[in-house]
């Protein structure tokens, strides 16, 4: 019977994966493999550890519905998502630099004319977002559908919120860039908000004593056929989170100056009910390609 040293079991494991059809799972699984037992010969991991740690993994799992996705979670608030998302955009060559979809995405928003309030009513203060997508040399790209979404003044996505599938949206819709370019859009200003710490991701933050606050932001999801799919937020500036985002999603390109205004209208020619605050940010995508991501969510919250 064969039997393996402390020191010979690692490469003995990696040697049992060396048949894997496929090259590339056999190098992840390889490195996955190696990097694990690294990480339990470092830290001398003991019974009682690992146990925590399978239980930990399989509450993350228990806690998955649907509707929730923990292990994304996890792996926003460990730093892995942007680390996968820094590996695939190395070279941005000029184009708006990227960020987490984050799991409150819901697919395909509904087309809304320019100048909509995607508010439904909400209370809050009031923004008109400027928005412009071109391509690396600031040439106008037409047609091209953008899907925004944000929080609401709570800090609370509608899919988080109950009765959600009969309301229908708020707050997030999809504009559809002129022949220069441009779309616009009125509603309320976001406020920074704590991603969901009622599961295991929760105690991990409340372990390490950290926050779980992301700063207020705008999401947008830019896909233009022959460019790379741009997944991003807009930051706005001032926001006391933004050096201590929980999932490390802050680029100081996406810092955007909000200004306050009291023009009693707004720019597209529309009265202002009172003062608001005006976005504007250009995107400028990358030639190339990808498909567009699939929602990873209904919704965080169950
Ligand atoms: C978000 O911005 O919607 C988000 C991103 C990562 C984790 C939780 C929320
Ligand atoms: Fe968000």
Redesign the pocket.
């Known amino acids: 019977m064969r039997q393996f040293e402390e020191s010979e079991l690692t490469d003995e494991v990696i040697r049992s994966l060396d048949e894997t059809s496929n090259p590339r799972l056999k190098l992840l699984l390889q490195e996955l493999v190696r990097s694990l037992h690294d990480y339990v010969r470092r830290t001398g991991l003991t019974f009682e550890e690992w146990e925590k740690a399978i239980d930990f993994l399989t509450r993350t799992g228990q806690k998955c519905t649907p509707s929730r996705q923990e292990f994304?979670?996890l792996s926003?608030?460990l730093g892995i998502?942007m680390l996968v998302d820094a590996v695939n955009h190395r070279e941005r060559d000029g184009a708006t630099e990227t960020t987490?979809?984050?799991?409150?995405y819901v697919g395909e928003h509904k087309p809304m004319p320019h100048g909509a309030d995607i508010s439904e009513g909400l209370e809050g203060e009031r923004m008109y977002v400027e928005a412009r997508v071109t391509d690396l040399g600031g040439r106008p790209l037409g047609g091209v559908p953008v899907d925004v979404w944000h929080?609401d003044d709570d800090g609370f996505?509608d899919s988080q919120k109950p009765g959600y599938e009969e309301k229908g949206p708020s707050l997030r819709a999809r504009f559809v860039t002129d022949g220069d370019g441009r779309l616009a859009f009125r509603s309320i200003l976001p406020c920074s908000y704590p991603?969901?710490i009622d599961g295991p991701v929760g105690e991990l933050i409340l372990a390490t004593r950290r926050h779980p606050m992301?700063p207020a932001?705008v999401?947008f999801l830019v896909a233009a056929p022959g460019y790379e799919p741009l997944i991003t937020?807009v930051f706005i500036e001032g926001d006391k989170y933004l050096d201590s985002d929980?999932?490390f999603?802050v680029k100081n390109e996406l810092v955007s100056k909000i200004e306050l205004r009291d023009d009693p209208q707004m720019p597209d020619g529309r009265a202002a009910s009172g003062p608001w605050h005006l976005m504007t940010y250009e995107f400028r995508l990358k030639p190339g390609h990808g498909t567009a991501p699939k929602p990873m969510l209904a919704s965080?919250a169950e």
């Open positions: 994304i979670l926003d608030v998502s987490v979809l984050g799991p409150f929080a996505y991603i969901p992301r932001h999401h937020h929980v999932v999603g965080a």
